[in-house]
């Protein structure tokens, strides 16, 4: 895989859960997920 292509699909990702935080529920849910690991 080229750098290129990893540094797109990270943008993709990073684009859609911007997307989702939105809504801000999501967001919390994560950071609990995170922080009980």
Not at 14 to 26: H, K
């Amino acid at each position: 895989m080229c750098l290129p292509t990893l540094y797109f699909a990270a943008d993709k990702i990073l684009d859609f859960y911007l997307n989702l935080t939105i809504d801000g529920q999501l967001v919390d849910q994560a950071h609990i997920l995170i922080e009980t690991r």
